[in-house]
């Protein structure tokens, strides 16, 4: 199985930065709604496009839903791939079994019992359409794991969202195969976007550390604000180790 990220956009830009800072735009029109602002945005340099989304990853996530990435996934199953396409967050075309030949497709091996009972399967397929059958009746004898291929739109905040659900180590090993290539695709594509998959918990535990230096020095750290500060600090450190 293999996952290439095929298009992305800025693919078609030399500034690795450009779908960064169309997002930095799109956050900032919130607040400053004139076209003219997005060429300020392209002119700005990279360290000034990191702090936003630095910030951007900490708040509201609807901005990023503004920049796609589009994956063709390769020597997928076909359960696997029922399992992508039903958690509808993405713009799906899977390989059709209807009007393709299907006899050479491979599948991922289990053992010896596991592939006599699939080359069973394929050499049936192949009999049947040799002597006439329909692709599209012959197909129904054919196991739910044979290979196709998948192309897969995202916008990022989806692709975000689906890779940090599915790179569990308690999710099904194809589909956290998947999501672990899509991250890497991403992460060669856009190096800024690690800022995105970060650890959320981690980031909260930050913040709250700050927020604690600034109003540690109007009191006792037990007590009041900063106290409530201090606990909730404790709770993520406990749930941290």
Not at 20 to 32: H, I, Q, S
């Amino acid at each position: 199985m293999k996952v290439d990220l095929i298009y992305y956009t800025g693919m078609e830009s030399s500034d690795p930065y450009y779908a960064a800072k169309l997002l930095a735009f799109t956050k900032n029109t919130r607040l400053n709604m004139t076209p003219g602002s997005l060429g300020e945005f392209m002119n700005k340099g990279e360290a000034e496009i990191d702090e936003e989304l630095d910030y951007m990853s900490k708040t509201i996530k609807t901005a990023l839903e503004f920049i796609d990435v589009t994956f063709l996934i390769q020597g997928i199953s076909r359960s696997t791939a029922q399992q992508i396409t039903r958690t509808r967050i993405a713009v799906f075309q899977m390989q059709s079994q209807r009007v393709s030949d299907i006899s050479s497709a491979g599948w991922d091996s289990k053992g010896e019992v596991f592939d006599a009972f699939f080359e069973q399967s394929v050499e049936n397929y192949s009999s049947m359409v040799e002597d006439g059958m329909p692709l599209e009746d012959a197909r129904e004898i054919m196991p739910v794991g044979i290979h196709c291929n998948l192309v897969a739109k995202y916008n990022f905040r989806s692709a975000i969202d689906l890779i940090r659900a599915r790179e569990s180590a308690r999710v099904q090993g194809p589909y956290r195969e998947v999501a672990l290539q899509m991250k890497q695709q991403i992460l060669q594509a856009w190096p800024w976007a690690h800022f995105f998959f970060r650890d959320e918990s981690q980031l909260a535990y930050d913040m709250l550390g700050e927020a604690l230096e600034e109003i540690k020095g109007s009191g006792a750290v037990y007590k009041g604000t900063a106290g409530k500060v201090a606990k909730a600090i404790d709770l993520l450190k406990g749930s941290k180790a």
